[in-house]
């Protein structure tokens, strides 16, 4: 089994920044990939960036050249650096692992997942 912790949301202004961290524990060995979603109210959960076991990133145009994510396979973290934020990119944002993911950003293709941290961004 995989857990999610993650941690780093909270309410910033427009324009500022935000580091959300994703820290995998038990049988890590079993994750290839992992992503990050979001969700607002009343609207689909959407990927915004992953990144795989070798390194390759894959970001959602909205948040491409703002987002950035980083690993540290020492501490099986994951995190995503949010710069520039817009109160557009107020939702809950979710950590997602998967063993087996071809589309990054289709969430059914992930089996585990944290319990989400909210981000808040205000005008």
């Known amino acids: 089994q995989v857990q999610l912790m993650e941690s780093g949301g909270g309410s910033v202004q427009s324009g500022g920044s935000l580091r959300l961290s994703c820290e995998a524990r038990g049988i890590t060995s079993r994750i290839n990939s992992v992503g990050w979603f979001r969700q607002a109210p009343g609207k689909e959960r959407v990927g915004v960036a992953a990144i795989d076991r070798d390194g390759m990133t894959t970001y959602a145009d909205s948040v491409k050249g703002r987002f950035t994510l980083s690993r540290d396979s020492k501490k099986n973290t994951v995190s995503l650096q949010m710069n520039r934020l817009k109160p557009d990119d107020t939702s809950m944002y979710y950590c997602?692992?998967?063993?087996?993911?071809?589309?990054?950003?289709?969430?059914?293709?992930?089996?585990?997942w944290g319990q989400g941290t909210q981000v808040t961004v205000s005008s």
């Open positions: 997602a692992a998967g063993s087996y993911v071809a589309d990054r950003f289709l969430s059914s293709e992930y089996e585990y």
